[in-house]
């Protein structure tokens, strides 16, 4: 039988002609145009994962004032027509003008990606609110959003529409005793198709907050149904007495307490839960740990309050609960200065 030849593989000559590619070719965007036309780059997903993670973002922000000791108190609450409302008790987000942007220090963070007191001096000494996106991707994708900063002994405000645009500069409103960051925002419907909230999902990640940050009080509030709001400019709104559902969290057990309630449906085999918690080389780590009768082990483990390991189980003979959390202080070489 005669050998058929080979066929020779051939590549088609680069074309001369026809599709250019040029300088022109290339796309430019500016400011948070970038975020929403790829939001999937910044938050992950457009589904409910990414919609949450919005919220995550505010509430973030807000837990690492609690982090670095200027915040006791934040409260979320879902407001009529698709909005979230984040309040909590810091410092107050900056409101000067801001050398570099020559903005107020408030429109820069809420405008410029990776703008922040996170990336340089000593703003921060651990975070875990900026994931390289940062509260400026919620104002992108959003149709609105109302920031109001209670700092100084002032109290000042500014709106931005349609995906981070400014509707004014910053204006103050008057005086204020109170001190913190009060953040109001609705999702865009062009970017999220399902807008939809789920209560419990928001409610177990506040509890899940609050057991790593002790001594933090986070409430959540439903007020979707709770019709025309009279007094929305209540700084708490659940101050306002609303008949509406509610939850407030608050641990001084830390991650004891985390443990305690994972176990609540297991059999210890010891009643005092084992703790450590230290500091060295600027990383500090905590650890909880208690042994229960079952046959599988439930590790979980967060780094700067961001879970890295979520309910792990392993099959053993001897069986453990063991919740872990370090948290990182921002090394020098991330620091970035005007």
Do not use: C
Request: charged content about 25%; cysteine-free; glycine content about 10%.
């Amino acid at each position: 039988m005669a050998k058929e030849k080979a066929k020779k593989a051939t590549v088609n000559a680069p074309k001369t002609g026809g599709s250019s590619y040029r300088a022109e070719d290339i796309t430019v965007l500016e400011g948070l145009e970038a975020v929403r036309r790829r939001p999937g780059m910044y938050i992950g997903t457009t589904g409910t994962s990414g919609l949450h993670h919005l919220i995550w973002e505010v509430f973030d922000n807000s837990r690492d004032e609690a982090m670095g000791g200027f915040a006791n108190d934040i409260e979320v609450a879902l407001l009529p027509g698709n909005r979230v409302r984040v309040a909590d008790n810091g410092r107050g987000i900056p409101v000067d003008t801001h050398s570099k942007t020559k903005v107020s220090a408030l429109e820069t963070v809420m405008t410029k990606l990776h703008a922040g007191g996170k990336f340089g001096g000593e703003g921060y000494k651990v975070s875990g609110g900026l994931h390289g996106v940062g509260v400026s991707v919620v104002n992108a994708l959003s149709t609105s959003l109302y920031a109001e900063v209670h700092r100084e002994g002032g109290k000042f405000m500014q709106k931005y529409k349609d995906g981070g645009k400014p509707v004014a500069k910053i204006k103050k409103l008057g005086s204020s005793e109170s001190h913190g960051t009060i953040i109001t925002f609705e999702p865009d419907p062009k970017i999220f198709p399902d807008r939809d909230l789920n209560w419990n999902t928001i409610v177990s990640h506040m509890r899940q907050q609050a057991y790593l940050v002790r001594g933090l009080h986070i409430s959540i509030l439903d007020l979707r149904n709770a019709g025309k709001i009279e007094d929305e400019g209540a700084y708490y709104l659940r101050e306002l007495g609303l008949d509406a559902p509610s939850m407030t969290f608050y641990f001084e057990g830390g991650l004891r307490s985390l443990v305690q309630f994972q176990n609540r449906h297991l059999s210890p085999v010891h009643k005092n839960i084992f703790y450590v918690e230290k500091e060295q080389d600027g990383v500090a780590v905590e650890v909880a740990l208690q042994y229960v009768d079952d046959v599988s082990s439930r590790i979980s483990a967060f780094a700067n309050n961001i879970s890295k390991l979520h309910s792990q189980e392993h099959s053993t003979h001897s069986s453990k609960t063991v919740a872990a959390r370090s948290k990182i202080r921002l090394p020098a070489t991330m620091y970035w200065k005007d």
